[in-house]
Nanobody
Framework: QVQLVESGGGLVQAGGSLRLSCAAS????????MGWFRQVPGKEREFVAT????????YNDVSVKGRFTISRDNAKNTLYLQMNSLKPEDTGVYYC??????????????????WGQGTQVTVSP
């Protein structure tokens, strides 16, 4: 199994940037497709972005396309999410997640086996 710890969240004004990190420990990091999800109170966890095991392919939700970039450094066992041009609607708790099966349903939170504890991102108007 793998343990995941997110960092880098905070308060930022609209139009600003943040970079989230997710440090992994345990089983070989490159064994997992990785994803970022976010959640606000009263709503289901929603897909943000995903990256394949060796970083060859990424996919972003349409709501963040052109603004967010997912990347990974397998040598450092770390996943990243660079968030630019932030909007108030990007506010939420951001979670990184690991999928050991590389499911084609990468947008489905139930397909991920391991989750971090989350980091809060707040974007003010």
């Amino acid at each position: 199994q793998v343990q995941l710890v997110e960092s880098g969240g905070g308060l930022v004004q609209a139009g600003g940037s943040l970079r989230l990190s997710c440090a992994a420990s345990g089983r070989t990091f490159s064994s997992y497709r990785m994803g970022w999800f976010r959640q606000v109170p009263g709503k289901e966890r929603e897909f943000v972005a995903t990256i394949t095991r060796y970083g060859g392919s990424t996919y972003n939700d349409v709501s963040v396309k052109g603004r967010f970039t997912i990347s990974r450094d397998n040598a450092k066992n770390t996943l990243y999410l660079q968030m630019n041009s932030l909007k108030p609607e990007d506010t939420g708790v951001y979670y990184c997640a690991a999928d050991s099966t590389s499911s084609l349903r990468f947008y489905d939170a139930s397909k991920y086996d391991y989750w971090g504890q989350g980091t809060q991102v707040t974007v003010s108007p």
